[in-house]
């Protein structure tokens, strides 16, 4: 158990390694290579804090885990939005600009409906779903892009451009592939270890996903997040939050449904009836709303709302583990 725990640990620190050497030789090729700067910060960088989410999911679906690959999903979102991003907002409240969150915004939305409603109607994501999931991650980048050239939202990874250091290509390459290989590692570590300890302590693999594995793949955008806070533009991870969460239905569910169909778990239930229906999804939708509702209607952030997510967010842990 103990050897579970600390490879498990391992893991979570080879997902976030690997994550910064990924991104940092990514960007420095593009970079290399002329590639547009807003196009960097669409695909690269953007795709980059997902990739640990990516790996988890597609490594337990590989296994045929559907707990993992459906809590790291649903999870990671519900630790974005009422734990890194209410940290943010708690902390520094702040004004946001609406036309950069309304493309994010009404994407996640139309794909978390889509989601909903095949859990609840059918229980279960076929491969097609999963496939239609992946396309609908091309045309949201390629949406993205466009609306990025016409100025209707602000290119990420900005400060990034600022702060790059001249590197060789040697090198790059070199963290290009070492970054690829620890999250690799890391997501196989993650899920091997987090179903043993689950194991161990008899809760279902799809709470581990759900708090555990999501908390640990959710640690480049809480390092992001910390350092936007840091450097008085709170407000702007916003943005990054949606757009990861985003990326956790459309990219990361879209990958594990589309390797490894699986039936929404079942393995906990209050009332009678799956909490994955009744708990994890409604809290999904709910923080979500919560978060985006009054940013893009006032475009501004409250303290309050931080403070309400944090809440939800700590009810929702306790729920998994303690009832």
């Known amino acids: 158990m103990l050897a579970a725990v600390l490879l498990f640990l391992l893991g979570f620190v080879l997902l976030i390694k690997g994550g910064d050497w990924f991104v940092d030789g990514s960007v420095g090729i593009a970079h290399r290579f002329n590639l547009p700067e807003l196009l960097i910060g669409a695909t690269v960088v953007s795709i980059g804090t997902t990739l640990p989410e990516v790996m988890v999911s597609s490594q337990a679906a590989l296994q045929h885990n559907a707990g993992i690959s ?32 309304r493309l994010p915004a009404a994407a996640f939305f139309l794909a978390a409906v889509i ?57 790059d390459i070199i963290l290009l592939v070492v970054g690829a290989a620890a999250i690799a590692v890391g997501a196989n570590l993650l899920v091997n270890n987090g179903t043993i300890i689950a194991a161990a302590l008899g809760v279902p693999d799809s709470v581990i996903g759900l708090t555990m594995v999501a908390l640990g793949t959710s640690l480049p955008e809480l390092v992001t997040a910390i350092t936007s806070l840091m450097k008085g533009h709170g407000a702007l991870s916003l943005g990054n939050v949606i757009g990861a969460n985003l990326f956790n239905i459309i990219l990361v569910s879209g990958m594990a449904i589309s390797i490894s169909p699986f039936k929404i778990p079942a393995e906990k239930t209050i009332m009678g009836m799956n909490s994955s229906l009744v708990i994890d999804i409604p809290v999904m939708m709910a923080v979500m709303l919560l978060l985006c509702v009054p940013a893009l209607k006032n475009e501004k952030l409250y303290r309050w709302q931080g403070i309400t997510l944090l809440c939800i967010y700590a009810a929702f842990t306790l729920y998994q583990f303690f009832i």
């Open 115 to 171: 989601y909903s409603l095949i859990a609840y109607t059918q229980g279960e994501f076929k491969r097609w779903q999963g496939l239609m999931y992946l396309a609908m991650f091309v045309v949201y980048m390629f949406l993205s892009v466009k609306a990025m050239q016409s100025g209707d939202m602000e290119a990420e990874g900005e400060e990034e451009e600022e702060e790059k250091k001249e590197s060789t290509l040697t090198k």
């Open 70 to 101: 459906y809590g790291n999903a649903i999870g990671s979102i519900i630790c974005n939005t009422s734990l890194i991003a209410a940290i943010t907002i708690a902390v520094k409240p702040g004004n946001v600009s609406r036309k950069s969150l």
